[in-house]
């Protein structure tokens, strides 16, 4: 049981490009969650998708966009990278979601850095 | 929406107690408690439902007061591995997505 599993664990963008951070969970969680945490900050959700098909936004969703085609994945797309973006971005599951009542389960982060 | 945490940072010595604090501006069904160490992703400690139940962790505790939207968590006899970042998370307004205050900063030391 891997749980959630986010790659690439690092990542050198330049201003401008592209990218998708991947996202899986193989504990059949309905919910899933992007956040980004800055240095010496809190977790600021980014999107978040309640089942295949479904997704809204968070706190902070500009400059993002999510697609949840399957329960397992969950991709962050950043279109345009920009210095703001530099950040370490967790993904997260959870079982179930109406008023958040099971444990997140968050992975291990990918840290971009946006140049 | 996003919940309050006091205070910002806490520094112990082996075996002193602490309360971290967490309150919000609505209703609250639920409040979580994670705990992040330094370049690791967050981990679940407890969950609190509405009720008022004072859950426990080996010697990390908490209480939930939905009266006054306020959740506290308590540390006592602190070890070494306490240290960290804990974070509360309450829910979004639609109750389907958690939300973390800003973190209390708890360093442990010998």
């Known amino acids: 049981n891997a749980g959630v599993t986010q790659t690439p664990k690092f990542r050198i963008l330049k201003i401008g490009q592209s990218m998708t951070l991947q996202c899986a969970q193989d504990?059949?969680?309905?919910?899933m969650y992007w956040y980004r945490q800055d240095p010496g900050m809190g977790l600021k959700l980014i999107y978040y998708?309640?089942?295949?098909?479904?997704?809204d936004k968070g706190e902070v969703p500009n400059g993002y966009n999510v697609s949840r085609s399957t329960t397992e994945d969950f991709p962050l797309r950043l279109e345009l990278a920009a210095p703001s973006q530099t950040s370490v971005y967790f993904c997260?599951?959870?079982?179930?979601?109406?008023?958040?009542?099971?444990?997140?389960?968050f992975g291990n982060g990918t840290r971009l850095t946006v140049t | 929406q996003q919940p309050v945490q006091s205070p910002q940072a806490v520094i112990l010595r082996e075996g002193e107690d602490a309360v971290i604090n967490c309150s919000s501006s609505?209703?609250?069904?639920?409040v979580h408690w994670y705990r992040q160490k330094h370049g690791e992703a967050p981990v679940f400690l407890m969950i609190?439902?509405?009720?008022?139940e004072q859950k426990g962790h080996e010697k990390i505790s908490a209480s939930f007061n939905e009266k006054k939207q306020q959740s506290s968590l308590y540390l006592t006899a602190s070890q070494l591995s306490y240290s960290g970042t804990y974070f509360c998370?309450?829910?979004?307004?639609?109750?389907?997505?958690?939300?973390f205050g800003k973190g209390t900063t708890l360093s442990v030391s010998s």
């Open positions: 997260a599951s959870s079982r179930t979601g109406q008023g958040v009542n099971s444990p997140l389960h």
């Open positions: 504990m059949n969680h309905n919910y």
């Open positions: 998708s309640v089942g295949a098909g479904i997704t």
């Open positions: 609190l439902l509405k009720g008022g």
């Open positions: 609505k209703a609250l069904y639920s």
């Open positions: 998370g309450t829910e979004n307004q639609a109750g389907t997505a958690l939300i």
